[in-house]
């Protein structure tokens, strides 16, 4: 059965330091999100991307946040410079539609 | 402000239980709840719900949607011990690609 994978399984980085998360997601799928979840809170959307392009994103989706799909099946999350409040698992999840999401794995990101 | 609440968060049953999982949601342009089972990392799917009164099953799962008292539950019988998790709610929107997550029930069930 296909599914989302993700890449690293875990990441720890200096506070400061630049990171990318890179999700391939189901390939035909066509919706793609990034959500984080801080430990022990609850799951927050961070963006959602269609067409090659965001079509959604949170408050929390600062310029620090960027998002890319620089082929035809990776899907990445860059933070530029990272805080310590950016420690959390950050899951990447692929749809069809706009509604039944498949959640990858995972990447938990401690930033020291 | 919570858009989305689940109650209760935590609950311990024993094996051959049944529970009832509460989610109620307060937002605007509603288009679909969905409910999650996420163990020990990622939420996997278990339904999409969409109009009321509509029960949807999965073996021992069920769910159901009130669009005009704005909940759903989610049933699960004949618990084991298999079925402990966090059970996550979300909800989407018409018009915007997002989804608003709840805190999560989690649920313990004791042999």
């Known amino acids: 059965e296909p599914e989302v994978t993700q890449t690293p399984s875990h990441q720890v980085t200096q506070m400061g330091q630049e990171v990318i998360l890179r999700c391939v997601p189901i390939?035909?799928?066509?919706?793609f999100y990034w959500y984080r979840q801080i430990l022990g809170q609850k799951v927050e959307f961070l963006v959602s991307?269609?067409?090659?392009?965001?079509?959604?994103k949170s408050e929390i989706f600062d310029d620090q946040f960027s998002v890319e799909r620089p082929d035809g099946s990776n899907f990445t999350l860059k933070i530029r410079s990272t805080k310590l409040e950016d420690s959390a698992m950050y899951f990447c999840?692929?749809?069809?539609?706009?509604?039944?999401?498949?959640f990858g794995p995972g990447t938990r990101l401690l930033v020291l | 402000e919570d858009k989305v609440v689940q109650s209760p968060l935590s609950l311990v049953v024993h094996e051959g239980d049944t529970v009832t999982l509460n989610c109620s949601y307060e937002?605007?342009?509603?288009?679909?709840l969905l409910w999650y089972k996420q163990e020990k990392k990622a939420p996997t799917f278990l339904f999409m719900l969409?109009?009321?009164?509509i029960e949807k099953k999965s073996g021992r799962l069920s769910s159901i949607l009130d669009k005009k008292e704005l909940f759903s539950i989610l049933n699960i019988t004949a618990t084991q011990t298999g079925d402990s998790a966090i059970y996550l709610c979300?909800?989407?929107?018409?018009?915007?690609?997002?989804?608003?997550f709840g805190s999560g029930t989690k649920l313990n069930v004791k042999p």
């Open positions: 999840a692929s749809s069809v539609t706009q509604e039944t999401q498949y």
């Open positions: 390939s035909n799928h066509l919706y």
């Open positions: 991307f269609y067409n090659n392009e965001i079509s959604e």
């Open positions: 937002v605007t342009n509603f288009r679909s």
């Open positions: 969409t109009s009321s009164g």
């Open positions: 979300a909800v989407g929107l018409y018009n915007f690609n997002k989804f608003y």
